[in-house]
DNA sequence: TTGAAAGCGCTAACAA
DNA sequence: TTGTTAGCGCTTTCAA
């Protein structure tokens, strides 16, 4: 199984040229007289020639991957950000290496200086507070970040997620819900915009809105915070979760106590997940479109690879996608 | 932003040692003199060196990092190996490099052929035909294979699905249930084998069990089949599905088509994800143990790697988790 | 303990 | 159209 490998040399010998010959032939850089074209694809075709990209790379330092670094694969919403990054990244010939920081901020440096090198670019989707991530700029690599960011001047793909918490208060106040809740999610950066634009909706309309907050935005930290709401002092008549999988939790949990749902609570996420539709009742939710986010940052990154000019941020519109979990109370 | 990156011989100029000396000290391959060893630290870290992977793999022939391909990141049966191989490469120094190929058998081997030179070895889950497989032994490094195969003789990582089949069908009849279906992804060779486990538990008791073929093992899938499977002269009381999305998709269109779950029929699938939990009725499943699959593929690569000697498959033990869709009709 | 020198496999001028 | 030559940044004998 382990027979050599051959080298652009080997080919070089067999065909009886030089090895420049061979690299031009190989990368397909000019014509060749028939005679050398014939005897080199013979060649290489019989030595099994391929070359060996991370020689190439560390001449041309284009290594033909680029990096993407995200939360939690196993979020839903993530996995769709790397499906839509590697489609495009696929298209334009480049390979896609997956760096999973599993919601440890720790892990990022740490993982981002190791992928930094063996790509073309870095996608970033992170949890660290923008005054700690100047080290980010030392990677000497373009980079494309996800979210907002206040100080630092990155090319960056972001919804509105503002705009996507004024729109889910506004239709529950809509729907004649008075005391709404917020279960949120405080190490994320989105988390204090979605709130700020659900204060925005219910605070022109003088409606109270009580924030809960987790440590973990997952289906479990779901079912483990419905009791302290659903059982306080002080129910609501609303739920609006951080992400799905929180409300997917939430909403099972709620129903193992005894409560009915809808009737007694309405509940909304934020993400689409595609599990949203499967649910008990189907879940209301904000689509941020995360395919669409990471194909939007894939696309900007292999355009600044490619020396041109792109804008600084791409703004993915929010909807509304309303199901039964959300319904009338007038 | 960008300022020139130090190289090796930068900082044995800047230190007034040899680049072979500054070599050994960031390996940490021998002791050296006090004088040398404080200028050396200082000067790296001055200059803020770090070495090249690129150059360094190009020598060593180690890159320190493996491959992975999955059939489709979006599937969270494939987010849990991702996640389990993810965390022991990690742990292990490694950084896993991920494939993503869509379910299309055509992108596989460009994939794993430009995958397979950046990584000193791989991981693959392949919907491959065995015989068109030979090219993979071509790749020169040391491969681990997920699912069992019957002529090629690799390492891997298998569930063993005929079992997982047969303790599903077993459960079903022991509930009563006389009229089966199944509710496949012909593509998978995994399908196969849980068909036949199904299949020898029910055979044994001379019942039926009809079976149903889908092109994808989707949960969009599972809805468009719901009515072929429901709304036909012979429908029957329980069905297994290949996986648990095609089970969510099924239920889903099974309920809008106006029928009642589980009391019309009883539904199962595999993979046991984790929104198997929060559908109505929460999924019975058989739960291959995905997190953990990739836990072992990983550890098996890396061990390969290591050169150390390691079993030729290694199995993983199916669990039935019993929920509300399956129930009795006695 | 340190260094000189010879590459790893490939590309990029520049010459022929 | 083809070849010569000089590296890319690093490791690895082998000798000092």
Not at 129 to 145: G, I
Not at 229 to 253: H, S, T, W
Not at 261 to 271: E, K, M, Q, R, Y
Not at 296 to 316: V, Y
């Amino acid at each position: 199984m382990k027979k050599k490998i051959a080298t652009i040399r080997d080919v070089a010998a067999a065909a009886g040229v030089s090895t420049a010959t061979v690299s031009k032939f190989v990368n397909g850089a000019q014509r060749f007289s028939p005679a050398v074209e014939t005897t080199l694809r013979a060649v290489i075709k019989d030595l099994g020639y391929v070359s060996n990209p991370l020689a190439q790379s560390m001449i041309t330092g284009r290594t033909k991957s680029i990096g993407l670094s995200v939360l939690d694969i196993s979020n839903p919403h993530f996995a769709s950000i790397v499906k839509g990054a590697n489609r495009i990244s696929e298209q334009h010939g480049y390979t896609l290496l997956l760096g999973n920081t599993g919601e440890n901020p720790q892990r990022e440096r740490p993982l981002l200086e190791a992928l930094s090198r063996r790509v073309d670019g870095l996608i970033i989707f992170s949890r660290m507070p923008e005054a700690e991530m100047e080290w980010m700029l030392q990677l000497q690599k373009p980079l494309v970040f996800f979210g907002r960011l206040t100080q630092m001047h990155l090319p960056r793909v972001a919804s509105d997620d503002h705009r996507g918490g004024y729109m889910v208060a506004q239709h529950l106040q809509a729907l004649g819900h008075k005391k709404m809740a917020y279960l949120g999610f405080s190490k994320s950066r989105r988390n204090d915009e979605r709130l700020e634009g659900i204060r925005e909706c219910l605070d022109a309309r003088s409606l109270p809105v009580a924030v809960y907050d987790t440590d973990m935005p997952s289906s479990m930290e779901g079912e483990r915070m419905c009791s302290t709401i659903m059982l306080g002092p002080d129910r609501p008549d609303a739920l609006i979760c951080y992400n799905d999988l929180l409300a997917l939790g939430f909403m099972k949990e709620a129903q193992t106590l005894g409560f009915r749902l809808p009737t007694d609570i309405s509940v909304a996420g934020f993400d689409n997940i595609e599990f949203g539709r499967y649910t008990y009742p189907p879940l209301t939710t904000v689509d941020l479109q995360s395919e669409q986010m990471g194909v939007s940052a894939a696309e900007k990154l292999l355009a600044i690879i490619d020396g041109k000019a792109t804008d600084d941020i791409t703004t993915i519109e929010p909807r509304l996608i309303v199901r039964a979990s959300t319904v009338n109370r007038a």
